[in-house]
């Protein structure tokens, strides 16, 4: 591809090489004379993130400069994957640095295998959040993102005996290269203690946060470049570090543990992202972390908005901060706090400023991610925020009640506070000036079903803003062949606008282009059939169907749907082998959470199955199965580009978007799927022709749940679906403890199939043989792969930030 350099001067291998040499010998104190990878990519990162350092210090000094509005982006987690070749990528010297590696003898893509992933994320929210920096950087957003320096992430994933054992992410082991530690921004986060209030000489009551204990939050930044423009903006990650060291008295004593247990306690706040929560330590471990996120932003935040102003009457006309997700909410209860308390300004005042700086995004409708804390256990870890909580409950419940007088079930409904319990996502959203969802049909669910109460009372405050990808990563970076392609076909100018790669779309027809397609699609099925025989030791056919679900593990996303479809496959071909039909490669990746059983159990089922398929001679060349273990930002970057068919089988009305089936579909892969989240939009722009759409809609879910209805009925009578699932339950899939997944098959037949999992069997089968009959024909599959990469342009997360930018927060691209 075209490589333009934001430089006015591309350095030259030879110079490069020098630099990378360098930083080895000055920071690593190493010798460069071997060509080891890790020493090579350690000097090569360090001589990218120097470059991207100066570009971030003019950034924020033309930021200053110009007084620009800025956009505070807080996430519990992020999941930016690697950041070598996407940072070199983004400075447009790829093959500058590719050639200074060459002349030592070198891969580019090999040293960059040296690099871990961050575990500073687990799944969609945290990967949506990465997109959108890197948006911001390209479009010239001045946002600031920020989250929580995870010491063990979540957890890496290995499979014992099939089953899902969680390790501790060692992902700092090395350090990293792309971290500035900023030694000197420790702030202090409070907890415990009590609310105290004084009463002035002039009678004006003032509250203060008395006897609490203490920790500090360290400030680690990584800095994110947009593509070739010389902005940089930086995503800070709080560190908890004690304000109590090594108690020297109790060492002398003998008390080794007691010399370290209070720094050891206050640390564990930023070792592990979501802790299990069934405990309460758990709960209040998750609580603490919330708070600590925010009250250090808060302290960053508002030292960079005193630096050129003293009103906070203006305090939203100069800052606009997004809530992603729920997880942060208790941000508004801070944000009072310290107007309040700090500032000593009226409520009113103080509300009408924290309504106007705040804008929520939604993220489910799942229950269990709506979060509540108790109100015992807020008061006891933030005793000020609850007494503020309780006030914004109050009035709120006022003005509930001016509106709609008597009405005590709507009251009940929308309160804050409600038996014991404090809702947050009920705080975000009254304390927010605009709330969003993240597909049309979430909006549109969110307005009808989970906030309707909310919606009638501020009209207008619900909008939509669907989620996008960044093409930076994930088809310019993952997918160079074909975009190299693509740029070769219809110029470069795609990259920055993915609208244009319309101009696809009549090449769709042509045969010499089909064919450097299908040439593309199948190089990337070998690379990736390399990298599983590499990781798992089996060996699968790049010439088979390449069939993908990749994403965390959950009943509503049902992969046991898709279990079934493979059992199923494999009945028939036991029972005929003349029924063979395209031979399928079923590719998994996902984890489950540590505490979710039935999911932990989905796992263990899925590589039972797969051993017997697997191992089964009668059937080989017709199916494989997978699942491959600890899945992450770089192992997809080696599936997207690789798959045929993209599992986007959700129970329709519960994925509030998904982006895999975006990053999927750009790659083009074909979409199988419900009219769920995101797929629905998909659907509209790629053409019903060109997807294999299955399945309940999200009103008849409702409908069947609410009506009543008989899964036991449904697997009577359906004989593949009976003996499919009788195969699990009769333990032929794990003969050594017969009723093992005795529990899966009971939350089918016997306890109501609340994910319709049996209700959508047959329609999701039957489609898998329209998959089938398009796979035989390899040119009209490619056409119709074609066009799904061709009509994505909508799905851009620069066309999100555009409407986020305009919609929501009021801010302009800095010039």
């Not at 500032?343 to 991610?369: D, G, M, Q, S």
């Not at 979060?371 to 309780?390: F, N, T, Y």
């Not at 089988?649 to 579909?665: D, F, H, Q, W, Y």
Request: a neutral charge; aromatic letters at 10%; proline letters at 4%.
């Amino acid at each position: 591809m075209t490589d333009t350099p934001y430089f006015a001067v591309t350095p030259e291998p030879k110079h490069l090489l020098e630099d990378i040499r360098h930083h080895i010998v000055s920071y690593l104190g190493n010798d460069f004379e071997e060509a080891r990878k890790d020493t090579y990519y350690h000097g090569l990162a360090l001589s990218i993130r120097e470059r991207l350092s100066e570009q971030w210090l003019k950034t924020q000094r033309y930021y200053y400069e110009k007084n620009t509005k800025r956009v505070y982006y807080l996430s519990l987690e992020f999941l930016p994957g690697r950041f070598l070749l996407n940072n070199i990528l983004k400075l447009q010297l790829m093959e500058p640095c590719r050639q200074a590696l060459k002349s030592v003898g070198l891969n580019l893509e090999d040293v960059a295998e040296e690099e871990w992933d961050p575990g500073i994320g687990n799944g969609g929210l945290g990967r949506l959040a990465s997109c959108y920096l890197d948006s911001m950087a390209t479009l010239g957003i001045a946002g600031y993102s920020y989250g929580i320096r995870y010491d063990y992430g979540i957890f890496f994933q290995e499979f014992h005996d099939g089953y899902q054992v969680e390790k501790c992410d060692n992902w700092l082991r090395n350090g990293s290269a792309w971290e500035f530690k900023r030694q000197n921004d420790l702030f202090e986060v409070k907890f415990y203690g009590r609310t105290v209030c004084h009463t002035q000489p002039d009678g004006v009551s003032h509250f203060c946060w008395e006897d609490a204990d203490n920790v500090m939050a360290l400030a680690c930044d990584y800095l994110i470049p947009g593509l070739g423009n010389g902005r940089v903006n930086n995503m800070r990650l709080w560190s908890a570090v004690s304000s109590r060291e090594f108690n020297l008295q109790d060492f002398q004593n003998g008390d080794y543990i007691g010399a370290m247990e209070a720094k050891v306690l206050s640390e564990t706040i930023s070792k592990v992202l979501y802790p299990k929560d069934e405990t309460s330590a758990g709960k209040e471990l998750r609580l603490k972390q919330q708070y600590f996120l925010v009250a250090a932003t808060f302290k960053d935040i508002l030292r960079r908005f005193r630096r050129k102003h003293s009103d906070f009457a203006t305090l939203s006309e100069e800052v606009a901060i997004q809530l992603n997700d729920t997880h942060p909410s208790i941000a508004i209860a801070e944000l009072m706090r310290i107007l309040l308390n700090e500032e000593a300004l009226e409520w009113k005042a103080a509300w009408r400023i924290c309504t106007r700086t705040f804008a929520y995004t939604n993220h489910t409708v799942l229950p269990e991610a709506l979060e509540s804390w108790s109100v015992e256990l807020l008061g006891r870890v933030l005793p000020r925020h609850m007494d503020i909580i309780s006030e914004i409950n109050r009035q709120f419940m006022m003005a509930i009640e001016e509106k709609y007088p008597g009405d005590t079930d709507r009251q009940a409904r929308m309160a804050i506070v409600y038996h014991g319990q404090v809702r947050m996502a009920h705080l975000a959203i009254v304390g927010s000036h605009s709330v969003n969802g993240v597909s049309e049909l979430h909006t549109r669910i969110l307005k009808q079903r989970l906030f309707k109460d909310f919606h009638e009372f501020y009209p207008g405050k619900l909008k939509n803003v669907t989620n996008g990808i960044t093409p930076r990563r994930w088809i310019l970076q993952v997918n160079p062949d074909l975009s190299n392609l693509i740029t070769d076909t219809i110029g470069s100018a795609w990259v920055q606008d993915l609208n244009r790669l319309r101009e696809l779309v009549p090449y769709a027809e042509d045969p010499g282009f089909i064919k450097k397609w299908r040439t593309v699609k199948q190089e990337n099925k070998k690379r990736l059939a390399a990298y599983i025989q590499r990781t798992v030791g089996l060996k699968v056919d790049p010439e088979s169907l390449f069939d993908v679900q990749i994403k965390r593990i959950h009943e509503y996303k049902r992969q046991l749907l898709n279990i079934l479809h493979v059992i199923t496959l494999y009945n028939r071909l036991k029972a005929d082998p003349q029924t063979a039909g395209v031979p399928r490669t079923f590719i998994f990746g996902g984890k489950a959470a540590p505490g979710y059983y039935i999911a932990k159990l989905i796992i263990k089922l899925i590589n039972s199955v797969a051993e017997v398929i697997n191992t089964d001679d009668d059937i080989a060349g017709q199916l494989k199965m997978v699942f491959l273990p600890n899945y992450c930002v770089t192992q997809a970057e080696k599936i997207v580009p690789a798959a045929d068919l993209s599992e986007q089988i959700s129970t329709a009305g519960m994925e509030a978007s998904g982006t895999g089936n975006m990053k999927l579909s750009l790659n083009g892969a074909l979409t199988i799927g419900t009219l769920d989240g995101a797929n629905v939009e998909i659907m509209e722009e790629v053409g019903e022709e060109n997807i294999f759409i299955f399945g309940l809609k999200a009103d008849e879910v409702d409908a069947l749940r609410s009506g009543g209805r008989n899964p036991k009925k449904i697997y009577e009578e359906d004989p593949e679906l009976k003996k499919a699932v009788s195969l699990i339950d009769k333990g032929f899939f794990s003969p050594d403890k017969p009723d093992l997944f005795a529990p899966i098959v009971d939350s089918l037949i016997h306890y109501g199939d609340y994910y319709m999992v049996l209700s959508d069997y047959r329609t999701y089968v039957e489609t898998q043989k329209a998959v089938d009959r398009l796979y035989l024909q390899p040119d009209k599959w490619a056409r119709q792969a074609i066009l799904n990469t061709a009509n994505m342009g909508k799905f851009s997360s620069d066309r999100a930030i555009r409407e986020y930018a305009e919609k929501i927060w009021n801010v302009k691209p800095v010039e």
